[in-house]
Structures are given as C-alpha cells and as structure tokens.
C-alpha cells in the first residue's frame, strides 16, 4: 500500500514552498497567510517507496474556526496518514512550537522542519535542533524550502521518519476535545490547556533559540517606513500596480505581435494548402472559424502569461500584506476589510482564485460580501478583450487613458456595490482584522516560473475547452440555416441579436455585438474570438473593419458593458459552489446584469448627445 | 493602571495584562503570539483611523483598532 504523508503548520510557515520542493510540481506559493485553499498532492519517491504528499490549508491551531481549520479537521478526521510534516518559522518559533507539542502529545508520527533558515542565519538567530527534538520528542531538521538547504537531511528523515511510524488512524489526530463544541467550559478548559502547553513551548524556545541581544534592524523595517507610510504609502502602492499594469502592456504589445505573425505564417503555408480540395463548408468551418478564433485568443496568452509573472512578484513580495493594512480604513466603511481588497486585487488576475481566496475569513457575511464585489475585476480575460479593443479604435496616446479608465471604474463599481449591499443583514459582520505581516521577501526565479506556468497552464486547460466549443457554436450560429451569409440578420445569431436588439439598442450595442457579449456570457475569453468568427475576419482586418463600424461611444458603451456583466461561466460555478447557495449566485449574476445595462446605457445617451455621436 | 493598546504611541512598547475578547479572537490572537505577559510595541498607525501594526517577540501584526480595544496594557 502506498503511503501518505500530509503538510501541516501555521500560514506562511513555507508550506506550499516546501510541497514545492519536494515534489517538483508546483502548488501556489503566496506570501499570504492561508491563500493555499485546494488540497494539492502529488506522488513521490521517498527511500525507494511512492509516497502521497498532501498541502493542507494553513491552520493557526488545531482548535480553530475558520473554514481552513475545517478542512484540515475534515481532513484529519477522515484519512490515514503515515506521517504529519510540521514546517515552522525559523524566526517564530516563540510561538509556532505550540502545534507541534499538541500533536506530540497525541502520539503522532511527526516531523518538525525548522524552515527559513536562511534567514534566522542573516539575522544570527542559532537553533539547537537537538535540543528542540529532545524538548517535543519529535525528530527535528532545520531546513530552507526556498533556497533548498538541508535537502539531503530531510529526505534522510522523511525516510527514517516513514519507516518507524506506525501509521495513525482517521481521526487520531482529532481527539474529541477537538470538536470545536462551543459550549463555554470546553472553551474555557481548551484555552486553559493551550496556555500550560504555552508555558512549555516558551521554556523549551528560550533553551534552544539562541537571539542575539540586539535584532539587526531588518531591510523591511526599512522599507515599511516608506511603503506603509501614512502619506506615502497608498500613491507608492497606486503607482506600483500602474507599473504593473503598464509593464504587462508594453513587454505584452510584441509579444503579442509576433505571436500573430506565427499564426497567420501557419495559415498562409500549412493551414490553407492542406484544406484548398475541401469541400466550402468544411474549409470555413476550419478555417474561419475555429483557427481565426483561436489565434485571435491565442494572441493574448503572452500578456496572460506576463501578467502572472508580474503577480507572482507581487503577491510573493509580501507587498500585498501591505496594501491590506493601508486599504482598511477604507475598506472597513464599505463593510469590508483590507483583506477583501487584496482579493480585488487578485481579481484582476483571474476572479476564480480571487473568490476561492475568500475562505481566509471567518464571516460568511464578510465571505458573501467580498465575492459580490470581486467579480467586477478587470479579469486578464476582461483585458484582452479591451485591449483589442482599444488598440483597433484609440490612439495610442489615449489607450493607456481608456484603460486606466476602465481600472478605475471596476473599483468604483466594486465599491459602489459594497456600499449598497453592506447594509443588508446577509453582508453585516462582525469579523475581527488580525492578519500576519510578513517580511518583504524576493522570490527566486524558480518561484516565480513555476507560479507563472502553473497559473497559465491551469487558465488554458480550463479555459481552451470553452474556448474551442464557444467558438465553434459562434460559428454554427452565423453560418446556420444552411446557405445564409455569415452573420446576416437571416442566420440564427442574427436572429438572437434583432430579438435582443430593443434591449441593447439604447446603449449603441448593435446586433453583431450583441452576439459577441452572448457568448461573452460563457467566458470573455471568447468575445475576440467571436468576433473574429462574426465578422469572418482576423487580426488586423478585424480590428480595422471593428474601427469602421464602431464610434468610440459605442466602443467605450460595448466595453462599460463588457466589464460589469457576469465575468464568465467558471466565476459563477465558483461562486455558487463557494457560496453553497443558489440564490446567491443568481444574485451575483443579476446585479452586475443590471448595473451594466444601466452604465451603458447612462454613458451612451448622454456622451451621445453631449458629443453628437 | 492600565491602558489599552489603542492608546499606545507609536514606538512605545508596554506588557499585555489581559485580552478581553471572544473565545475565536481569543484564540486567534494567542495563535499570534499576543498573549498576558508579553511585550508588545506599536510601529505604527495608518491613516483615517485605520489598522495598527504591532509586534510581539518576532512576530508583526495588523489589528484593526476596534479589535486592539480589547487588549489591556500595564501603562507605563
Ligand atoms: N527566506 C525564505 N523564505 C521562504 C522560505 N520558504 C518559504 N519562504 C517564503 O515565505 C512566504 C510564504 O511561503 P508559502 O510557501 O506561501 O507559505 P504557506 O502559507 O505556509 O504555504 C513566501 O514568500 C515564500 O517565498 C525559506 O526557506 N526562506
């Protein structure tokens, strides 16, 4: 039988950079206490024998409440495990080696690494590790997970470690003290129990962590003075996601540019000559249809990928941690804390992980609130569709303009959102703010590749299914009854789009765009492509013919539109999911509904007569 | 005399004498290390009534000042 072994410490211990390194696959590394939200688990070798390895949500105590304590609990309750591996800060073991005693004094197979080690030597911080394994009785290693020192001892260990244990039962680890009952003596009695182990966890971190007298004033202390200051600190972090921002769009742009050159030399040389004997149908099908939209799509991922680069940087940076403190004053008056602005922020990579993140907080209300608000994130598929968009139409002295426009209003209808639902007695919490801070921290270019790769590979395989059979299904629709023009207002999609047409006529979305923002139901990744399939063109004939047709009012309306409507089909199955309720996720879907054809069509009517357009 | 940790300058460091909160704060809190006993220094406050970062031993803390109401500090 195959063995398993599961990761459990405090957030922000390393935990995911320690799955990392064992297992060479790639779980999300977030300098965010408790952002591993997904049980990843990966096989590996250990001493001639496969082993699971299993990342559990990071917990602060076995005692807990939040919805990570619970699955942790869940976890421990239901599975057999053959060994717990318990990572600790270096630089907190004053307070981190409570989980440790109170899983040694269950009796489970455990393994303390002391991680960060590489900074408790840049600091002088020394840790007896003999000392400490005899304190707790458990083997003890002191490791880097991100830098990788004391591989080859932990590998010895891990080995050492699975060959004594006996095993532990479902549920050993979760006596049933451990039920969380709420009733006030257990609580009464828990805390009572923490506080003696407290006692023994102080005593045995003074005899074997040695601390200089006095700490080396750190970098971050430093830095903190100006990041966190309280004049500086909120324009330096505007200013540093603008350099974001910016920096994705002008590495983006040729990149961007030589991808569609690849694509358009595979349909010139190879695509076109294989399908010139087939039948008409069949080469529109192929050709138009599902290579043009997949290479106008395609043209984007570059600008996907930088993007998740940059925010690798970012969230691994410690800077978010940041933004939270400085965003809560504000954020508190919207019935939302700094943390659920770091989640906005997330959003503007992709809202799904941006809503699964919520489960750091305790609050359903809260937890309820913040979903409501993130999916008016300008989502990286937002963003290649306005980018598009906005390169066909605008000059490029304005597009930086526009965009930064459309930044600005996905806050403000975020907020605006907030600030008319927190009122409501689902939204209202009570939830305290009391978030770790860690230490700026510069990640490795391993961490940010393998954050930057994973995130990619993970949007193309969830998205390339919807993609491949949204696009096609566009083109079934303007092509079908069979023998109609592509398109016209005799084919399906055109019949969809004059029915829709006094609905969306107002806002200057005419009937072509209506198909488009149809499929952009399904996901946004889809818009540009269905455009591409609508009007049978690509790429650069595409973009021209778009700026022909189109007003910049209308554009700006098609955008407005584009940017507060449901973001797409994977955001709301995650909602209703995350949620666990349905009428929930229909509301999340019919507010931002409402709200978009409501700033479309106040923009259009009044920018059209301002400007006569 | 006691204070509380809202009323802590910046800079200052003072000793925790009692936490009056809920048992899920309550516990949260002892998992940051902010326990009776302990030192505790006040780096700074944000701006428009916002957060408080804090340290204790090794550990920095953001804690909203209506939740750092409830700890009670031995004035100095
Ligand atoms: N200096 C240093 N940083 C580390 C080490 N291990 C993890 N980190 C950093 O600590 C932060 C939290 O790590 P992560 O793996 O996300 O922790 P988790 O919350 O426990 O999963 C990230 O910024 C990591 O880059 C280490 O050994 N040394």
Same mark, same amino acid.
């Given at each position: 039988?195959?063995?398993? %072994?599961?990761?459990?410490?405090?957030?922000?211990?390393?935990?995911?950079?320690?799955?990392?390194?064992?297992?060479?696959?790639?779980?999300?590394?977030?300098?965010?206490?408790?952002?591993?939200?997904?049980?990843?688990?990966?096989?590996?070798?250990?001493?001639?024998?496969?082993?699971?390895?299993?990342?559990?949500?990071?917990?602060?105590?076995?005692?807990?409440?939040?919805?990570?304590?619970?699955?942790?609990?869940?976890?421990?309750?239901?599975?057999?495990?053959?060994?717990?591996?318990?990572?600790?800060?270096?630089?907190?073991?004053?307070?981190?080696?409570?989980?440790?005693?109170?899983?040694?004094?269950?009796?489970?197979?455990?393994?303390?690494?002391?991680?960060?080690?590489?900074?408790?030597?840049?600091?002088?911080?020394?840790?007896?590790?003999?000392?400490?394994?005899?304190?707790?009785?458990?083997?003890?290693?002191?490791?880097?997970?991100?830098?990788?020192?004391?591989?080859?001892?932990?590998?010895?260990?891990?080995?050492?470690?699975?060959? %004594?244990?006996?095993?532990?039962?479902?549920?050993?680890?979760?006596?049933?003290?451990?039920?969380?009952? /709420?009733?006030?003596?257990?609580?009464?009695?828990?805390?009572?129990?923490?506080?003696?182990?407290?006692?023994?966890?102080?005593?045995?971190?003074?005899?074997?962590?040695?601390?200089?007298?006095?700490?080396?004033?750190?970098?971050?202390?430093?830095?903190?003075?100006?990041?966190?200051?309280?004049?500086?600190?909120?324009?330096?972090?505007?200013?540093?996601?603008?350099?974001?921002?910016?920096?994705?769009?002008?590495?983006?742009?040729?990149?961007?540019?030589?991808?569609?050159?690849?694509?358009?030399?595979?349909?010139?040389?190879?695509?076109?000559?294989?399908?010139?004997?087939?039948?008409?149908?069949?080469?529109?099908?192929?050709?138009?249809?599902?290579?043009?939209?997949?290479?106008?799509?395609?043209?984007?991922? /570059?600008?996907?990928?930088?993007?998740?680069?940059?925010?690798?940087?970012?969230?691994?940076?410690?800077?978010?941690?940041?933004?939270?403190?400085?965003?809560?004053?504000?954020?508190?008056?919207?019935?939302?804390?700094?943390?659920?602005?770091?989640?906005?922020?997330?959003?503007?990579?992709?809202?799904?992980?941006?809503?699964?993140?919520?489960?750091?907080?305790?609050?359903?209300?809260?937890?309820?609130?913040?979903?409501?608000?993130?999916?008016?994130?300008?989502?990286?598929?937002?963003?290649?569709?306005?980018?598009?968009?906005?390169?066909?139409?605008?000059?490029?002295?304005?597009?930086?303009?526009?965009?930064?426009?459309?930044?600005?209003?996905?806050?403000?209808?975020?907020?605006?959102?907030?600030?008319?639902?927190?009122?409501?007695?689902?939204?209202?919490?009570?939830?305290?703010?009391?978030?770790?801070?860690?230490?700026?921290?510069? /990640?490795?270019?391993?961490?940010?590749?393998?954050?930057?790769?994973?995130?990619?590979?993970?949007?193309?395989?969830?998205?390339?299914?919807?993609?491949?059979?949204?696009?096609?299904?566009?083109?079934?629709?303007?092509?079908?009854?069979?023998?109609?023009?592509?398109?016209?207002?005799?084919?399906?999609?055109?019949?969809?789009?004059?029915?829709?047409?006094?609905?969306?006529?107002?806002?200057?979305?005419?009937?072509?765009?209506?198909?488009?923002? %149809?499929?952009?139901?399904?996901?946004?990744?889809?818009?540009?492509?269905?455009?591409?399939?609508?009007?049978?063109?690509?790429?650069?004939?595409?973009?021209?013919?778009?700026?022909?047709?189109?007003?910049? %009012?209308?554009?700006?309306?098609?955008?407005?539109?584009?940017?507060?409507?449901?973001?797409?089909?994977?955001?709301?199955?995650?909602?209703?999911?995350?949620?666990?309720?349905?009428?929930?996720?229909?509301?999340?879907?019919?507010?931002?509904?409402?709200?978009?054809?409501?700033?479309?069509?106040?923009?259009?009517?009044?920018?059209?007569?301002?400007?006569?357009? | 005399?006691?204070?509380?940790?809202?009323?802590?300058?910046?800079?200052?460091?003072?000793?925790?004498?009692?936490?009056?909160?809920?048992?899920?704060?309550?516990?949260?809190?002892?998992?940051?290390?902010?326990?009776?006993?302990?030192?505790?220094?006040?780096?700074?406050?944000?701006?428009?009534?916002?957060?408080?970062?804090?340290?204790?031993?090794?550990?920095?803390?953001?804690?909203?000042?209506?939740?750092?109401?409830?700890?009670?500090?031995?004035?100095?």
């Amino acid at each position: 039988m195959s063995k398993r %072994i599961a990761l459990l410490g405090m957030p922000n211990t390393g935990k995911s950079t320690l799955f990392n390194r064992l297992t060479g696959a790639s779980a999300r590394v977030g300098n965010w206490p408790g952002v591993t939200v997904d049980l990843l688990s990966a096989k590996i070798l250990i001493g001639g024998d496969m082993v699971e390895v299993v990342d559990l949500p990071g917990i602060y105590d076995l005692h807990g409440y939040s919805d990570d304590e619970k699955v942790v609990r869940h976890f421990l309750e239901r599975q057999a495990l053959d060994l717990l591996v318990v990572p600790l800060n270096a630089l907190q073991l004053d307070r981190q080696l409570v989980l440790p005693l109170q899983l040694a004094q269950l009796g489970l197979p455990v393994l303390v690494l002391v991680n960060m080690m590489d900074e408790a030597k840049t600091l002088g911080i020394r840790i007896d590790t003999q000392a400490l394994a005899a304190g707790l009785g458990l083997p003890v290693v002191a490791i880097s997970a991100k830098y990788g020192l004391g591989q080859a001892e932990m590998q010895a260990a891990l080995k050492s470690a699975l060959q %004594i244990s006996q095993g532990m039962a479902a549920g050993a680890a979760t006596p049933d003290a451990i039920d969380a009952s /709420p009733d006030a003596i257990a609580a009464r009695k828990r805390l009572q129990e923490d506080d003696s182990l407290e006692d023994k966890a102080a005593a045995l971190s003074r005899s074997a962590v040695d601390v200089p007298m006095q700490l080396p004033e750190r970098f971050s202390d430093k830095l903190d003075r100006v990041l966190m200051h309280n004049v500086f600190g909120l324009p330096l972090f505007f200013l540093a996601m603008f350099c974001v921002f910016a920096g994705v769009f002008w590495l983006g742009t040729p990149l961007q540019d030589a991808m569609k050159w690849l694509f358009d030399l595979f349909n010139a040389h190879v695509l076109t000559p294989v399908l010139a004997g087939a039948p008409e149908l069949l080469r529109g099908f192929v050709v138009d249809g599902l290579y043009g939209g997949l290479s106008t799509v395609a043209a984007f991922v /570059p600008v996907i990928v930088l993007f998740f680069f940059f925010m690798a940087v970012v969230e691994d940076s410690g800077y978010l941690s940041r933004a939270a403190y400085l965003m809560d004053a504000l954020m508190v008056r919207l019935g939302l804390d700094g943390r659920s602005f770091v989640m906005l922020l997330m959003g503007f990579g992709c809202n799904v992980p941006a809503i699964m993140g919520t489960r750091v907080m305790r609050s359903r209300a809260l937890r309820l609130l913040s979903m409501l608000v993130i999916p008016f994130s300008l989502c990286s598929a937002r963003l290649q569709v306005f980018l598009f968009i906005i390169g066909a139409l605008f000059a490029p002295t304005q597009a930086p303009w526009v965009l930064l426009s459309l930044y600005l209003l996905s806050f403000a209808t975020a907020f605006l959102t907030a600030l008319i639902f927190r009122g409501q007695k689902h939204f209202r919490s009570e939830e305290p703010f009391v978030i770790e801070l860690p230490p700026y921290r510069l /990640p490795t270019l391993r961490q940010v590749w393998m954050r930057g790769w994973l995130e990619v590979s993970h949007f193309l395989r969830r998205a390339s299914k919807i993609i491949v059979s949204g696009v096609v299904l566009v083109w079934l629709l303007t092509h079908l009854p069979s023998g109609v023009e592509a398109a016209s207002a005799a084919s399906y999609a055109g019949m969809i789009g004059h029915w829709m047409q006094p609905l969306l006529g107002p806002l200057g979305i005419d009937e072509k765009l209506t198909i488009a923002l %149809i499929f952009g139901f399904v996901a946004k990744e889809v818009v540009i492509g269905a455009l591409a399939v609508i009007y049978s063109l690509e790429g650069d004939a595409l973009a021209h013919h778009i700026a022909g047709s189109l007003t910049l %009012i209308q554009a700006y309306s098609f955008m407005l539109f584009c940017l507060i409507y449901t973001p797409c089909l994977s955001t709301i199955a995650t909602i209703r999911s995350e949620s666990r309720s349905v009428g929930f996720a229909v509301l999340a879907v019919a507010w931002p509904l409402a709200l978009a054809w409501g700033a479309s069509f106040v923009f259009y009517q009044v920018a059209s007569r301002l400007l006569g357009g | 005399m006691t204070t509380r940790l809202t009323t802590l300058k910046p800079g200052n460091s003072a000793a925790i004498t009692a936490i009056h909160a809920a048992e899920a704060l309550h516990h949260r809190l002892n998992a940051l290390g902010l326990r009776v006993g302990k030192q505790i220094q006040v780096m700074r406050q944000a701006s428009f009534h916002g957060p408080l970062h804090v340290r204790v031993g090794s550990t920095d803390i953001i804690i909203r000042r209506s939740d750092a109401a409830c700890i009670e500090l031995r004035a100095a």
